[in-house]
């Protein structure tokens, strides 16, 4: 049998992200001891019933104490708390990532934290649900998704190779970015969608005209697919759009600019464009689907995922 990749991996934060991580590690021997770190004593509790570590503990010093590989997955808005109170703890040698979506904020916060001779590599896998919490998690979470690493200038290659390894022995397929490129990438296909999402499901449950009890009853597929997304941690999507504020402003302004071209076009009968966008996007649709990044269901097939899980 195989040496684990690691010999001890420290997870700090414990819900979808952070118990699907626990899942694949066990699944796929990726470490000789897993701890598990989280806040709350009764998601410490449950994921001690769940089985997902080897050993819990709230205080995130003490779980990172002698760590080969530090997973922080918390709301971007605690990342910096989190390195301050880790920081001290940490061995010279230890990798130390993330998987928050927003990048620039996130280095700002733990970098200074960072002591000299860890290898701080920050991430993001794009991977989740609307779920959260330690009884969300799959180990199929990753699998055929892709895993975003923004290293800093200098970072050891020998250090990002294993995190690299680490994430491909978790499914995913890895690539690096600049990290200011990754917050503009993340604003137009994560956060834009969702606030939209959110703002037309606040918008139907708002409108006098229209009964809520109507809303759910007559629910079409658009606008189910709409709830899904709205239904996502709220804490998680407020710290996005306070932590990725100037890409996700930029994107809304020009999302604004073409829903009012979208306004004319409704307005003045203008068919022909019309049918232009709405032919385009629908090749968009199926350029995800045959990227293998979708598949072609009503659920989005995230149901059978978790069913095989």
Not at 101 to 107: A, D, L, M, P, R
Not at 172 to 200: G, K, R
Not at 218 to 225: E, H, I, K, Q, V
Request: hydrophobic content about 45%; proline content about 5%; aromatic content about 6%.
């Amino acid at each position: 049998m195989s040496e684990p990749l690691f010999a001890k991996i420290a997870l700090v934060g414990i819900g979808l992200i952070g118990s699907s991580l626990a899942r694949v590690i066990r699944r796929e021997k990726l470490a000789g001891e897993l701890v598990v770190s989280t806040r709350r004593p009764e998601t410490l509790a449950r994921a001690a019933e769940l089985g997902l570590g080897d050993r819990y503990t709230a205080d995130a010093a003490e779980a990172v104490a002698d760590a080969d590989l530090v997973v922080v997955s918390v709301p971007v808005g605690a990342s910096g708390d989190v390195a301050a109170t880790i920081g001290p703890a940490l061995k010279p040698g230890a990798i130390v990532t993330d998987a928050g979506s927003t990048k620039g904020s996130v280095i700002a916060q733990m970098q200074p934290h960072m002591p000299a001779g860890v290898h701080f590599i920050p991430g993001h896998p794009i991977a989740g649900t609307e779920h959260s919490g330690p009884d969300a998690g799959f180990a199929e979470l990753f699998a055929g998704r892709w895993c975003i690493l923004t290293p800093l200038a200098g970072t050891d290659a020998a250090a990002l190779d294993r995190l690299t390894r680490f994430w491909q022995r978790c499914g995913s397929t890895v690539e690096t970015m600049d990290p200011q490129h990754h917050d503009m990438v993340l604003a137009i296909v994560s956060h834009l969608p969702h606030i939209i999402a959110y703002n037309i499901v606040g918008t139907a449950d708002d409108l006098e005209a229209v009964t809520k009890s109507e809303v759910i009853k007559y629910s079409a597929s658009g606008f189910r697919d709409f709830t899904r997304l709205a239904a996502s941690d709220p804490t998680m999507w407020r710290d996005v759009c306070l932590h990725n504020r100037e890409a996700i402003l930029e994107m809304l302004a020009r999302f604004s600019e073409d829903l009012s071209s979208l306004q004319r076009a409704i307005r003045w009968g203008d068919g022909d464009k019309l049918f232009d966008l709405f032919a385009r996007t629908r090749a968009v649709r199926r350029s995800i689907i045959e990227a293998g990044q979708e598949i072609d269901a009503p659920d989005f097939g995230r149901l059978a995922r978790a069913e095989r899980s």
